[in-house]
T-cell receptor, first 111, second 113 residues
Framework: SQQGEEDPQALSIQEGENATMNCSYK?????LQWYRQNSGRGLVHLIL?????REKHSGRLRVTLDTSKKSSSLLITASRAADTASYFC???????????FGTGTSLTVIP | SAVISQKPSRDICQRGTSLTIQCQVD?????MFWYRQQPGQSLTLIAT?????????ESGFVIDKFPISRPNLTFSTLTVSNMSPEDSSIYLC??????????FGPGTRLTVL
C-alpha cells in the first residue's frame, strides 16, 4: 500500500528557479528515498536519506528529513528544462526492505 | 548500482489472455520486487520475490492473478493472468542494492484491449 503523500501534485516553474517538493509518511522508517521518472520510463534513484540524518546534498539536490513530523522535502536548485519529470518519495516502513511510494509530484520547468 | 532489463518493453494483449514479463539483473541479488504503475498514478508494490521461496504478496494482490517465479539470483518473471483492461499499467521490477537503494528496470508497458 502507498504510505506517502506528496505535495504539490503538480508544480510549474521557470528555468533557473528553485523547486521544492514535500513528502509526508505515516509510520516509522529506516530510509527515505527520492526518485525521478521521466514520462513513461523507469525510475532513476536520486538520493537516499537515513532516519538518523537530517539533510543531504547531491549536486543541485537538497533533501531534508524531519522524523518527528514524518516529512521530507526535496529541493532542486537552479532548475533546468531537463528536470521536467515526476518525482516520488519512497519509504521502507521500518518493517523490511519493501519500499512504498508517495503519490508523486509532477514538475514542469519552462525554458 | 545494478543494471536491470525487462522484456517485453511493451505489449498489447487481448482480455482473458496472460502475459509473462521477464526481469534480468546483471548481478546476483537476494531481493527482487515487482511494482505496478497504473496510468497517471504512483507505484504500488505487488510482491517481493526471493530466490528459493514463494513470493510474498501485498494486500490486494494474489498469486493466482500474478504468479511470480524466481529461479535464480539474477532472474524473475511476473505473469499477469486472465487480463482485463484494468490491468493496463506499467509493470516494473526492482532490486535492492548493497546500500539499501532500490534500482528499477525500464518497465513493461501493458495495454489490455
Amino acid at each position: 500500500s502507498q504510505q506517502g503523500e506528496e505535495d504539490p501534485q503538480a508544480l510549474s516553474i521557470q528555468e533557473g528557479e528553485n523547486a521544492t517538493m514535500n513528502c509526508s509518511y505515516k509510520t516509522s522508517i529506516n530510509n527515505l528515498q527520492w526518485y525521478r521518472q521521466n514520462s513513461g520510463r523507469g525510475l532513476v534513484h536520486l538520493i537516499l536519506i537515513r532516519s538518523n540524518e537530517r539533510e543531504k546534498h547531491s549536486g543541485r539536490l537538497r533533501v531534508t528529513l524531519d522524523t518527528s513530523k514524518k516529512s521530507s522535502s526535496l529541493l532542486i536548485t537552479a532548475s533546468r528544462a531537463a528536470d521536467t519529470a515526476s518525482y516520488f518519495c519512497a519509504t521502507d516502513a521500518n518493517t523490511g526492505n519493501q519500499f512504498y511510494f508517495g503519490t508523486g509530484t509532477s514538475l514542469t520547468v519552462i525554458p | 548500482s545494478a543494471v536491470i532489463s525487462q522484456k517485453p518493453s511493451r505489449d498489447i494483449c487481448q482480455r482473458g489472455t496472460s502475459l509473462t514479463i521477464q526481469c534480468q539483473v546483471d548481478s546476483q541479488v537476494t531481493m527482487m520486487f515487482w511494482y505496478r504503475q497504473q496510468p497517471g498514478q504512483s507505484l504500488t508494490l505487488i510482491a517481493t520475490a526471493n530466490q528459493g521461496s514463494e513470493a510474498t504478496y501485498e494486500s490486494g494482490f494474489v498469486i493466482d492473478k500474478f504468479p511470480i517465479s524466481r529461479p535464480n539470483l539474477t532472474f524473475s518473471t511476473l505473469t499477469v493472468s486472465n487480463m482485463s483492461p484494468e490491468d493496463s499499467s506499467i509493470y516494473l521490477c526492482s532490486v535492492l542494492g548493497g546500500t539499501d537503494t532500490q534500482y528499477f528496470g525500464p518497465g513493461t508497458r501493458l495495454t489490455v484491449l
